[in-house]
Every structure is written in structure tokens, then in C-alpha cells.
């Protein structure tokens, strides 16, 4: 519970900071009151949050706000940007960058991506693609729920890691291949919509 009080603070605090730090020759829209992000206990580090104004894209409270749209999970694989940029790059680009583990991920359509090269000292990513997410989950979070979903229904035998390894991807495609799903082997939202997580 300090764990879920502690991640919704320092969000908070990181969202409002954002919020304040807009181009103050600018009137921004009214903004919407955030909700609470539906936070579970993740045994990785505390993830930073850096909302960053981005040209051309709204600057909105949650990520729902930020992005009406939701790709598919094919349309995902497409976007993706495996190009490694500069912080100041992923910035102008993509509004919501957050630190997770040992790497960093942008959000887009309803997915995190991995982020490379947005901070050369964090760079690891165990799974190089999109990770769907739902109730402005990040992405360890939304793992932590699949693999314990996966565990519930016997798919998966390891931890509660919040890492999408090897095993982890095995039991999602062992699940959608159960389930009648597309197998990717990937977080994506017919899979998290079977498992009833959102």
C-alpha cells in the first residue's frame, strides 16, 4: 500500500510540474482532472515519470487524453521507431517518457515503446517491442498483471517480475493460442481484454 501511495505521489507530482512548466505565452486548454492510475506493486525500482511538451500533439492530464487513438497491435509494430534519438529528440516527438527498470519507454497509441538512446546509461530492455497498456498502466505494471492472470489461469509458473522474458512470452503465447487469439507472444489488447484486465 506505501508502494501504491508513494508511485500515485510521485506521479502526481511529475504531471503537475509538466503542467506548469507550458509555454506560459500560451493559454492551454481547460484540462480534464486526472484519474488515478490503477497501480500494483512492481518489485522494480520506482519508475520515473517525465511528461514532456510535445509540437503539434495535445498536452492532456492522463495518457488517454494525450492520444484518443489506439492502434492495433499490428499498426504498433509499424510505428514503432527503432532509431536510437536524444533526449531532446524523444521530447519533441512523443509526450509522455518514462523510466522503468533499466530503460525507457515513450507512449504511443496506447502502447510503450522502448525509447533507445533517450539516456545512454539506461538501455536495457529485455522485449524490443510494443507492451499495449490500459487504465494509464506503465509498462512493468500491465506485465505484472498479465503474468499474474497467466499464473491464475496455470499459463505461467515464474515470479510476479514485471519483465516480459522469455517465459513470460511463452505462456502469452501458449494463452492466445488457447484462447483463439493472433499469437504474438506480445502484450497487446485483444490478449489483455481475454484475460478481463481492463
Known amino acids: 500500500m506505501k508502494r501504491f501511495i508513494l508511485s500515485m505521489v510521485c506521479l502526481l507530482i ?3 510540474h509538466a503542467a506548469r512548466s507550458q509555454d506560459t505565452n500560451k493559454t ?4 480534464p482532472k486526472p484519474k ?3 497501480v500494483h506493486a512492481s518489485p522494480k525500482q ?7 511538451p510535445a509540437k503539434g500533439r495535445a498536452n492532456a492530464g492522463n495518457l488517454r487524453g494525450a492520444n484518443n487513438v489506439r492502434l492495433s497491435y499490428l499498426d504498433a509494430v509499424r510505428r514503432y521507431r527503432h532509431q536510437r534519438h536524444d533526449r531532446a529528440w524523444w521530447r519533441q516527438h512523443f509526450t509522455f517518457i518514462v523510466l522503468v527498470g533499466g530503460g525507457y519507454y515513450y507512449w504511443h ?3 510503450w515503446f522502448p525509447a533507445w538512446g533517450y539516456d545512454p546509461v539506461y538501455q536495457y530492455y529485455d522485449y524490443d517491442g510494443p507492451i499495449y497498456t490500459y487504465g ?3 509498462p512493468d505494471q500491465v506485465i505484472v498483471n498479465v503474468q499474474r492472470a497467466l499464473q491464475e489461469q496455470g499459463y505461467y509458473g515464474g515470479g510476479l517480475t514485471g519483465s516480459l522474458g522469455p ?3 511463452q505462456a502469452i503465447a501458449n494463452y492466445q493460442q488457447d484462447a483463439g487469439l493472433i499469437v ?3 502484450i497487446d489488447a485483444a490478449t489483455v481484454e481475454s484475460l478481463g484486465l481492463n
Not at 492551454?28 to 484540462?31: C, I, L, M, R, V
Not at 520506482?46 to 514532456?52: G, I
Open 28 to 31: 492551454p486548454p481547460p484540462q
Open 184 to 186: 504474438t507472444g506480445a
Open 109 to 111: 497509441g496506447g502502447y
Open 167 to 169: 517465459a513470460t512470452r
Open 136 to 138: 494509464n498502466l506503465l
Open 36 to 38: 488515478a492510475a490503477r
Open 46 to 52: 520506482q519508475p520515473s515519470v517525465e511528461r514532456t
Open 14 to 16: 511529475a504531471l503537475t
